[in-house]
């Protein structure tokens, strides 16, 4: 094992500065009696009196969480769907159109990909609104729920729907008796990652957004754009609450699982 340097340490600590600093400096900043975020005034909780009070802060971020749930779940069900017929479906007529059609938005830069939805909108006479942007957050967070589902696909075991087939099952009820159960953590991580994808999207949002429905990264970068203030401080710390909740509690979770399978293991190994 390598012994653990001067040098290692002084990476490892000017690297996690690097990555954290700036969040606790924006946490500490958010709890400033003074509205000047350079110049500290005392510890006070005003701001997020006041935050909850800014509706447009609110209204924003309700039509994000919209956005988000509606988006993510269309496109956990097609990503899934198309990652089957890529994996499961061989070869066919069109696999490379279609297969390139899905992964596309990987590649895709967010500025070509906004333009050409927001013209594809103005073209059909669509208004822009909630509809709108969750259009365009499926079509570019699709993609990475079928990379997600379609890795796991590739190493699952065929023999067990083969053998629910045997059993009088339909090829729809071994997907969804045999199959689905099991890729259900793949199909939960990629509604998640496309769920954070459709939070944190800024680009595309600002190309397919209208009038009527203007999600909070919007909102936020147009605040910005003028100052910042202690309420976007604010709001950002109850966001990096919320990340780091979520992240604890998966974690949580997840090795609590470990743990139990592995009881499980250790039982079936002993009755064996």
Known sequence: MRRFSWFNATSLTLGFAFLYLPMIILIIYSFNASRLVTVWAGFSTQWYGTLLQNESFLDAAWVTVQVAVASSTIAT??????AYVLVRGGRFMGRTVFSGMIYAPLVMPEVITGLSLLLLFIGIGLDRGIFTI????TTFSMCFVSVVVSSR???FDKSLEEA????????FDAFRLVTLPIIAPAVISGW????????DDLVIASFTA???ATT???RIFSAVRLGVSPEINALSTIMIAIVTIGVVTASIITKRNSLAQQRDEQAAARTA
Do not use: E, Y
């Open 210 to 212: 209208g009038p009527s």
């Open 134 to 137: 969750v259009l365009a957050h």
């Open 153 to 155: 696909l590739v190493s």
């Open 192 to 199: 998640l990652l496309a769920f954070t994808l459709s939070l």
């Open 164 to 171: 629910a087939l045997d059993l009088g099952c339909t090829p």
């Open 77 to 82: 069900v097609l990503g899934t769907m198309g």
């Open 216 to 218: 909070l990264p919007i």
